[in-house]
């Protein structure tokens, strides 16, 4: 996962139900979905907003918890992957999201 400088990777794991698919995801707030035997090749790619804390899938759609305290669904069976607002907590960091 490129990111900016200073940024590592918070969350990694193999996409559940998807053969060869891995979630990745950084501090600065990307997240990629990768086809882990086209060497790495991006089959989708998110920005959020603020730094991520956390990031969870359960196959079909991807949740994550931003420091500025947002929690963002992204629909992995849409062209692009559809990014929707779930939850929006103003100056209130998210810590966790739930496992699915």
Known sequence: ???????????????????????????????????????????????????LRCCDSDGQTVLTGSEDGSIWVWDLRLAGGTRSNFYDMPNNRSNCVASF
């Open 1 to 51: 996962v490129e990111s900016s400088a200073g940024a590592g990777v918070c969350h990694t794991q193999w996409l559940p139900g998807a053969t060869h698919q891995a979630l990745v995801a950084s501090t600065s707030g990307k997240v990629v979905v990768l086809d882990t035997r086209a060497a790495g090749t991006e089959l989708h790619s998110f920005e959020c907003d603020s730094e």
